[in-house]
């Protein structure tokens, strides 16, 4: 496979070397406004299309995805690496470890992580279940059971259907429909 693992610090020496390096963000739009290293191309891991990517880079022989941490940039650079001969770099600790480093960064309105959705949404649904379960029929503790089941199986697996289907909240979509996504 086509893919390769780059630290953020040296992701940092490439771009100062080149600062014309193919870069791609995989967050959801409302990450990607938030915050987000000047250049890196939005293309939302809910909606990744690697033809989408490829076209877009051109004749580039290099192309560095870049997720919050690392775990969405994985999904896609694999999604990538099925359609391309071209040398795809995961950056190690993403956006937020390029943060730390003083890179270039854009920002804008905070939000809130999807990574933390999941665990509030997760977490709520195990108490409410236990709750419904001593208040109302014991039955109900297949609810916390069931996402305790679910995140035992996004840990084994690393995929996150509960993930996947918050990132297409309205409130993970970008805040205009006419923003723009190269910046």
């Not at 192309?63 to 896609?76: D, N, T, W, Y």
Request: hydrophobic fraction near 45%.
């Amino acid at each position: 496979m086509n893919i390769n693992y780059i630290s953020a610090d040296a992701f940092h020496h490439a771009r100062t070397r080149d600062p014309n390096l193919f870069v791609i963000d995989v967050r959801t739009a409302a990450e990607h406004a938030a915050c987000h290293v000047d250049g890196a191309k939005l293309y939302p891991l809910q909606e990744f299309n690697a033809d989408d990517v490829l076209n877009s880079a051109g004749e580039r022989g290099q192309i560095f995805v870049l997720c919050k941490s690392g775990g969405r940039a994985k999904k896609a650079a694999e999604t990538l690496a099925k359609s391309t001969d071209k040398k795809i770099f995961v950056v190690e600790g993403g956006t937020d470890a390029c943060t730390l480093l003083d890179m270039p960064i854009n920002r804008g309105r905070e939000v809130m992580s999807l990574e933390r959705q999941v665990r509030i949404v997760a977490g709520s649904l195990v108490v409410l279940g236990v709750l419904l379960a001593v208040l109302v029929h014991p039955w109900y503790i297949g609810l916390s059971a069931f996402v305790g089941a679910g995140l035992v199986f996004a840990g084994v697996t690393d995929t996150c259907a509960m993930g996947m289907v918050l990132a297409r909240m309205p409130w993970n979509a970008a805040q205009t429909k006419t923003m723009e996504i190269t910046s």
